[in-house]
């Protein structure tokens, strides 16, 4: 019998299923009526987070049934697994550890003979010692001048992790330090870039190209694109020799695990980072692909994000299911994907700084775990990832909430908040203005969870409600709180939904670590390209794809 139909028959998922039949009508309000203190049972603290589950449907004896279920599916090994380095990426017959670009130096950990810690805190060291010369204003362009601007070159993992948390943390940018500006260009279009080379100078302008396999054309189209522009401007279009070996040793940085495809492209070795092959694109901020944030927030924040990340990492391992953070987010998911029909997840952040999270987010679950077929190559028999999206809750209260409140689609929602802020703001006037719109933004947190969980019970009884104005409420959701938002915690609160991720992953029994859809989708657009440029072989695609190509060839053809 395969994993994944010893799971779907299951005794727990067996007795979740006829639960499920029991719970499905059952209102978030009557359950809150029930017994006295369900925001203490359901609610789980730790590495600077609290977990507020109370606004699920389920009881007790829900949560019971799905740790058993996780028991069922011998979690607990799966968690050692993942972290000791053992081959969990089955479809590619690697490991899976990110969890290693975070330990600490005095760590060891030995995969398949080699220990691989010394490496990583040697790409760390080379890291920091390029984040200096930055910042001491003694990295220089071919003209002698010293780097202002960096461009991030690089798409999806490579793109959106370091968007994300540079401008989650931009309160942390060093300010006694040579200032550099951080950018990022991930379109293949140019749209983005063609933006920066109008206003950029390229005597003091740096480019990182980041790609794990430095094939992918989005970010190779762009570099391209960066290396034409400062040939033109400083090397006499490359009729300069010395000043484009300049060029390229000074104003190009490569990340990749390909070394080999770097030095080819041009990149000089020096100036060459490392990730290894163990390490997914979209969990590799924490490495190399991370050096636009330690350039953005200095190389000591870049190393409290990692310990945070460690911290949480260390919660999974060694806390038991029944108060693991990680455990009980995946939980309450699968209790609502694969029981409750819940098939929608919206994310929304409560604080400005997080305005990427949910794009960031969108890419690490829907990636991961959009997935169909089992280990074993059998199409899954329930429904894994839900489709999920976000924005910052506050914007998004002004647009999409509507549906949430009245829609017809049962929407499980994540409200993300630190608990603190402006506390270390200067001038005591703005300090106070400032803490009052953050007070106000907690207060719209909580009442939107609320509204959603309460509907029209929120509302006092003795007023008239005409039909349009009813609210169904029973939408379920969780509640993320931080203590503050610093690198520490935002370090947890990304690996607290990387190990999410693991956990569902484990028990619908896929593989989190490969992404085959998005492989094909390169690969036929590289020959749709070759036959776009040629104008030939059309007659191998279907009827409407040729028909798009000839709308493209008669524009071209000013037809």
């Given amino acids: 019998m395969t994993q994944s139909t010893m799971i779907h028959h299951s005794p727990a998922w067996q007795r979740l299923a006829a639960h499920a039949d029991e719970m499905r009508d059952v209102h978030l309000k009557s359950l809150f009526t029930e017994h006295s203190g369900r925001h203490a049972r359901f609610t789980r603290r730790g590495v600077g987070l609290t977990l507020d589950l109370s606004k699920h449907r389920w009881r007790d004896e829900t949560l019971s049934m799905l740790l058993e279920l996780a028991r069922e599916a011998d979690l607990e090994r799966a968690i050692a697994r993942l972290q000791n380095g053992e081959r969990v990426n089955l479809s590619e017959d690697r490991p899976a550890l990110h969890t290693a670009l975070r330990l600490p130096p005095e760590a060891s950990l030995v995969v398949e003979g080699e220990d691989v810690v010394p490496d990583v805190h040697e790409t760390l060291a080379r890291m920091q010692a390029m984040v200096e010369k930055c910042h001491a204003g003694q990295w220089r362009g071919a003209t002698g001048r010293p780097i202002t601007d960096v461009v991030n070159l690089g798409v999806g993992g490579s793109d959106l992790g370091p968007l994300m948390v540079t401008h989650a943390l931009a309160d942390y940018r060093p300010r006694d330090v040579h200032q550099v500006d951080i950018h990022f260009a991930s379109t293949m279009d140019g749209s983005q870039l063609a933006d920066y080379l109008t206003r950029f100078n390229p005597a003091t302008t740096l480019f990182v190209l980041s790609s794990k396999s430095f094939t992918t054309i989005d970010t190779l189209s762009n570099a391209s694109t960066a290396r034409d522009w400062l040939m033109t401007r400083l090397a006499d279009g490359g009729q300069d020799t010395e000043m484009s070996e300049l060029v390229m040793r000074q104003h190009f940085i490569g990340v990749s695990a390909k070394p080999e495809r770097m030095s080819e492209w041009g990149i ?42 460690h911290d949480m990492d260390r919660h999974f391992r060694e806390t038991s299911l029944e108060d693991n953070l990680p455990v009980l987010l995946a939980l309450a998911g699968i209790w609502n994907v694969n029981f409750l029909d819940v098939r929608a997840h919206s994310i929304l952040p409560y604080d400005g700084r997080l305005e990427y999270f949910a794009s960031y987010l969108e890419q690490l679950e829907m990636e991961s775990n959009g997935k169909s077929v089992t280990n074993q190559g059998e199409i899954t028999p329930y429904s894994t990832c839900p489709v999920l999206w976000g924005q910052l809750g506050p914007n998004a209260q002004h647009a999409f909430y509507q549906l949430l409140h009245q829609g017809t689609q049962a929407v499980e929602c994540d409200f993300i908040a630190p608990v603190r802020r402006y506390d270390r703001v200067e001038d005591p006037a703005t300090r106070a203005h400032l803490k009052a719109q953050h007070r106000l933004t907690l207060a719209n947190c909580v009442a939107q969870s609320r509204v959603l969980m309460l509907g029209d019970e929120a509302l006092p009884s003795d007023v008239p409600r005409p039909s349009h104005k009813r609210y169904r409420g029973n939408q379920p959701s969780t509640t993320l709180m931080l203590d503050r938002l610093t690198p520490r915690t935002l370090g947890a609160l990304i690996a607290l939904y990387e190990h999410k991720v693991f956990v569902q992953a484990t028990l619908w029994d896929i593989n989190p670590f490969d992404q085959w859809g998005v492989e094909l989708g390169k690969q036929i657009a590289s020959e749709t390209e070759q036959i776009l440029a040629s104008r030939r072989g059309a007659e191998t695609l279907d009827d409407s794809s040729r028909g798009l190509l000839d709308v493209v060839w008669q524009a071209q053809d000013g037809i």
């Fill in 268 to 309: 000089d070795p020096r100036h060459q980072l490392r990730f290894w092959e163990w390490v997914g694109g979209r969990y590799s901020l924490w490495g190399a692909i991370g050096l636009p944030i330690a350039l953005a927030v200095g190389m000591d924040n870049f190393r409290e994000l990692l310990a945070g990340a």
